[in-house]
């Protein structure tokens, strides 16, 4: 029987696993990672090459109005602006610590909830046809609800976010545990262990996969909620921010709070990867050659 160990590398009877052997996947999946960063980095700066060339060109043919075409350069004096009066710092501090206190309730209470529909058949027949029948609503449909019930303030900011994030992290979690192998349980069973023993051995590590990547996609989702709360419900933060701008006509300040919600997505999602794979590191990669 051939055997898997810890660093994904494969080893057949009657041969030896040579230390070259063992560090090949590896020293390609370093190759790959540095040039996916590459790639990355460039498919960003053509983008914003493409955009300052139509700005600079819309400023002298005039296809639009240059006040709602600015070039991304001139959105580094906005960056400027907003540091020097000390905006750009509360703003983002009331909006990710929003964001992250909803994060982790939802994904806590979808992550535990998820789990227990996979593995307990009661809990799945009383709970998850509630879930799809709220999950089939846009979150935003009941944000006027919670203004009302709540009020203006952080606490509903928080509770919308956590209701929105829940049903990523509870689909995959339960499908996570769903979807494991039951010829392992069994086997499992057949040793004589204990069901918390195969809960912590199996179920688990098995469904961890599915996890990480809801929670990958709910942070996502936490950010894309967030801003539309605080489109109508706030009084501070990064949505408030493009509200005020909107109400004044600051075109750049628009664009430049929008895109800092790109970049702090693209951040969240690099460390959300980066943790996904410390976790998942038992789990042989996948490399194309």
């Not at 400027?80 to 509360?90: E, M």
């Not at 192998?181 to 004589?192: F, K």
């Amino acid at each position: 029987m051939s055997e898997v160990g810890v660093t994904g590398t494969r080893v057949v009877p009657g041969e030896t696993a040579t230390k070259s052997d063992s560090l090949a996947p590896a020293s390609r999946l370093s190759r790959l990672g540095n040039l996916e960063v590459w790639w990355r980095i460039l498919a960003v700066l053509l983008f914003f090459g493409v955009w300052q060339i139509f700005a600079l060109i819309n400023q002298r043919i005039r296809l639009v109005n240059p006040l709602f075409m600015v070039p991304p350069l001139e959105l580094r004096h906005t960056l400027v602006r907003q540091w020097n009066d000390g905006i750009l710092l509360d703003d983002l501090r009331t909006s990710m610590t929003t964001a992250f206190e909803g994060y982790v309730v939802g994904c806590s209470i979808g992550v535990v909830m998820g789990i227990m529909s996979g593995y307990l058949l009661l809990v799945q027949r009383l709970w998850d046809p509630i879930v799809q029948i709220f999950r089939s609503i846009p979150p935003l449909a009941f944000l006027p609800m919670f203004i009302l019930y709540l009020g203006i303030g952080d606490l509903t900011r928080v509770v919308f976010i956590a209701y929105a994030v829940y049903f990523y992290t509870y689909m995959n979690a339960m499908q996570g545990v769903r979807h494991i192998d039951p010829v392992l349980i069994r086997a499992a069973q057949s040793l004589g262990a204990k069901r918390l023993r195969i809960f912590r051995s199996i179920i688990l590590p098995g469904a961890m996969p599915s996890i990480m990547t809801g929670l990958r996609i709910s942070a996502g989702m936490a950010l894309f909620v967030l801003v539309a709360a605080e489109l109508i419900a706030a009084e501070a933060g990064i949505g408030y921010r493009i509200m005020w701008a909107r109400q004044y006509f600051e075109v750049d300040t628009m664009l430049f709070d929008a895109f800092l919600i790109g970049v702090l997505g693209f951040i969240i999602d690099v460390v959300m990867r980066l943790i996904e794979s410390w976790i998942l590191r038992w789990k042989p990669q996948v490399v194309e050659t």
